[in-house]
């Protein structure tokens, strides 16, 4: 009697999927802004316009690996490693906003790293952090605070789209961040930008 109860209140997992509110599938917002070609374009107009510090732009082979990321992010974030001078912050503060501006009418503001206190002010689809390494680690009352590290974890916990610049190497950001900051961070797509300081 109990089974037979049982049996005909028992729901599939389907019934679930489809009942639950509360249980939602982590999806994360997939971008497709142009062809790559196009999106080249774009990036150089919008770096020479808005990098007036530079006498002659030089368009870089890791350049291209942001192009193609803009071409499909497949729901990936992008972390821009490398030397200072080689455009990270021009192309996280204004290239991408420009172009996402562009096409998806989004707008697009980072926050530096050790401005950084609180998530709330990343209420869009992105947390935007230029300059990741650069925090310094805040006391409230004798309780330790990273706010980046706890941006990070925001974005992960609400599917928000990653996009960050760092001077740090590999090897740094390991001795900085905890395992599980740097799984999150392994989330995004990494392109290490080299070359030759455009900084006088």
């Given at each position: ?10 729901r ?10 509360f ?16 999106l080249?374009?774009m ?5 020479e316009y808005y990098d007036r ?5 030089e368009?870089l082979?890791?350049?291209d690996?942001?192009?193609?990321w ?7 974030g ?13 192309i996280?503060?204004?290239?991408i ?23 709330d ?14 925090e ?11 706010a980046?590290?706890?941006a ?15 001077n740090?190497?590999?090897n740094s ?18 392109v290490?930008?080299k070359?030759?300081s455009?900084?006088?």
């Amino acid at each position: 009697m109990v089974m037979e109860h049982f049996k005909k209140n028992m729901r599939t997992i389907e019934d679930t999927f489809k009942q639950a509110d509360f249980l939602k599938p982590k999806v994360y917002n997939r971008y497709k802004l142009g062809t790559k070609e196009e999106l080249k374009e774009m990036f150089i107009k919008a770096f020479e316009y808005y990098d007036r510090t530079i006498d002659k732009y030089e368009h870089l082979p890791s350049y291209d690996e942001i192009i193609d990321w803009m071409v499909d992010t497949r729901g990936r974030g992008l972390m821009l490693m490398g030397e200072c001078g080689l455009g990270k912050s021009t192309i996280l503060n204004y290239v991408i906003p420009a172009i996402f501006r562009t096409r998806t009418n989004k707008v697009l503001r980072s926050i530096p790293a050790k401005e950084l206190v609180a998530v709330d002010r990343n209420v869009a689809p992105f947390i935007i952090i230029d300059d990741l390494g650069t925090e310094s680690i805040k006391n409230d009352y004798g309780t330790k605070i990273d706010a980046v590290a706890d941006a990070i974890s925001y974005a992960e916990d609400n599917s928000k789209t990653l996009l960050i610049t760092t001077n740090l190497s590999p090897n740094s950001l390991k001795e900085r961040y905890d395992e599980r900051t740097l799984d999150r961070l392994r989330k995004c797509k990494v392109v290490i930008i080299k070359g030759k300081s455009f900084r006088k």
